[in-house]
């Protein structure tokens, strides 16, 4: 079997290279020895048969009318990948479009999809920086934010607490939100590439999906190296202990 890794609306949301998602969890399957492929799919009609995860990256506020009008066509795979489990990560304005709704600083008001609790709402100024989350699923995680809106309604289900940085906002000292294996959140990096486990934790629930065994190949004790180099140098940038994972 190969795992199909869908990558949705890389034209409209893909500002911070979080499509880019897709690509380390199809990378880190073939050194595990898994067939995987990524498809771009930007409108319906691009959708695969067989879909073993998604990842929906972030971008501007002005495509935030295009990227909802084509994900709209795409509500009702979007509700049973997330009834059957399918992993799906969502990132930035991606996440929020998968919420119930976001109030732009501008006074618009844009209907999400309903398919996370919660939803996006101004701030006093824009976040930028470092952004570390100890997750109690995933442990240390690190990337940085940047965004404009807090994410109110998520606290019975984040992804996280706030080590460094905003994270959701209005003092909830969370960060982003899981609803079973969808997974939102301000982290970017992309956030794979930085946090392997993250990663590894989703291949794991897509090889689990599909009836394979899933274990991290040897390419990817090399690779982790590095990135647990890097993250040792944001952890001291944030003023984190390493030792508090």
């Known amino acids: 079997m190969t795992f199909t890794i869908v990558s949705l609306l890389p034209t409209l949301q893909n500002t911070n290279g979080d499509a880019q998602n897709a690509d380390v969890l199809a990378r880190r399957a073939r050194w595990a020895g898994l067939e995987a492929e990524v498809v771009a799919v930007d409108d319906r009609s691009a959708l695969p048969e067989r879909v073993d995860a998604v990842v929906l990256g972030s971008g501007s506020d002005a495509s935030l009318e295009s990227s909802r009008e084509a994900l ?94 905003g994270g959701n906002g209005r003092e909830s000292g969370q960060e982003g939100v899981v609803m079973g ?17 993250f990663a590894d934790h989703l291949l794991g629930i897509m090889a689990e999906r599909a009836g394979v065994a899933y274990a991290p190949g040897g390419r990817a004790g090399e690779v982790d190296g590095y990135a647990a180099a890097a993250r040792a140098v944001q952890l001291r940038a944030a003023g984190v202990e390493a030792s508090a994972h």
């Not at 304005?93 to 996370?116: A, C, K, M, N, P």
């Not at 990096?189 to 946090?195: E, S, Y």
């Open 72 to 165: 709209l066509a795409m509500h009702d795979e979007l509700r049973r990948w997330g009834t059957e489990g399918v992993p799906v990560l969502a990132v930035g304005t991606g996440w929020e479009l998968l919420s119930w709704g976001i109030e732009t600083g501008d006074g618009r008001s844009i209907e999400g999809l309903g398919i996370l609790p919660g939803r996006a709402a101004p701030r006093d100024g824009r976040v930028t920086g470092d952004l570390v989350v100890k997750s109690p699923l995933l442990g240390m995680l690190v990337g940085f934010e940047n965004h404009a809106r807090d994410y109110l309604g998520a606290e019975g289900s984040p992804l996280g607490r706030v080590r460094a940085g």
């Open 181 to 197: 294996a969808v997974f939102g959140t301000h982290l970017h990096g992309p956030v794979l590439a930085k946090n392997p486990a």
